[in-house]
């Protein structure tokens, strides 16, 4: 059974910095083409980050180019998104998910909520 199990997020001011982690279980993430989405209150899905599989490539929205950083611990069969300066605009809940761009593969995991404030 394929479980994406989102974790790390939380309530940080701007400028600041979390670690998002995506346990995945079911699957081989390092076999997987993988992304991290994110959906803003009222808003609806959008790209932040995809790897590639074998992790060779890594790419970026604009709108995070610079600050995120998508990676993977493939012993641990984890997908990980640094954020470092956050802003407010940043605010959402973030998804790990298989698939890149406009084409996602369920199951989607339970999202973990980022909160950009001061």
């Known amino acids: 059974e394929v479980q994406l199990v989102e974790s790390g997020g939380g309530v940080v001011p701007p400028g600041g910095s979390l670690r998002l982690s995506c346990a995945a279980s079911?699957?081989?993430?390092?076999?997987?083409?993988m992304s991290w989405v994110r959906q803003a209150p009222g808003k609806g899905l959008e790209w932040v980050s995809g790897?590639?599989?074998?992790?060779?490539?890594?790419t970026y929205a604009d709108s995070v180019k610079g600050r995120f950083t998508i990676s993977r611990d493939n012993a641990k069969n984890t997908l990980y998104l640094q954020m470092n300066s956050l802003k407010p605009e940043d605010t959402a809940v973030y998804y790990c998910?298989?698939?890149?761009?406009?084409?996602?593969?369920?199951?989607w995991g339970q999202g973990t909520q980022v909160t950009v404030s001061s």
């Open positions: 998910a298989r698939g890149y761009g406009d084409t996602y593969y369920p199951p």
């Open positions: 079911g699957f081989t993430v390092s076999r997987t083409t």
């Open positions: 790897i590639s599989i074998g992790g060779g490539s890594t």
